[in-house]
């Protein structure tokens, strides 16, 4: 069984959002992904060669948490768990999968919205939940969670970017999920160095 290092996920809390990008792409990526302290990463269902980024990540980075995500059945966590990966996210609330999860000691961050998904999907034995899609309500969504049920542990995705994750972790999240803000092909056309001072400017906005 693979096992998600939390305390590794805490020293950065955010989850990288791998989504049709191709091998390739990622192993240009991945070092500055590294050397910037970025510690998990989620390739999504949806990703045509998920299974060879999964397998290059965990043989080239087995320090890192590799996770996958869009998990939408039993079957999508069952065929994440037979690859190696430490955990799994969905893009909605689905019990059977939390469920399913929590029998097999992989960590889940389920995607929920309402407070009664987000919730009821902490009590299902959630590691944290995935807000999504968070750019909806934004920051202040999350802080309103928090007054009443501050044991919740919330992790806002999509729209989080360098202008407001620093507002997220202040309001009260357990870390954030970013897809292309991060890892976006297109600054594969610049250089090295351009690259690695996107990779320095996301992960200053963790810094306390």
Avoid at 87 to 94: A, E, G, K, R
């Amino acid at each position: 069984m693979s096992v998600f290092n939390a305390s590794l996920f805490n020293s950065r809390p955010a989850i990288a959002i791998i989504r049709h990008l191709t091998l390739s792409q990622i192993k240009v990526f991945m070092p500055h992904f590294v050397a910037t302290g970025f510690t998990t990463i989620e390739v999504t269902m949806n990703t045509n060669e998920k299974a060879e980024i999964i397998a290059f990540l965990l043989e080239s980075y087995p320090e890192l948490n590799v996770g996958v995500g869009s998990v939408c059945s039993v079957d999508d966590a069952q065929w994440a768990i037979d690859q190696g990966c430490h955990f799994l996210v969905t893009p909605v609330m689905i019990p059977e999968v939390i469920t399913f999860a929590k029998s097999k000691n992989t960590v889940i961050f389920p995607g929920a919205f309402t407070p009664t998904e987000i919730f009821t999907a902490q009590e299902l034995g959630a590691f944290a939940v995935k807000v999504f899609p968070a750019k909806t309500l934004g920051p202040d969504y999350i802080k309103q969670l928090k007054a009443p049920m501050n044991h919740l542990k919330l992790v806002p995705t999509g729209g989080v970017d360098a202008s407001n994750i620093k507002m997220y972790l202040n309001a009260g999240a357990y870390g954030v999920g970013i897809g292309s803000a991060l890892l976006n092909s297109s600054l594969l056309n610049g250089s090295q160095e351009v690259l690695l001072t996107h990779f320095k400017t996301i992960a200053a906005c963790f810094k306390k």
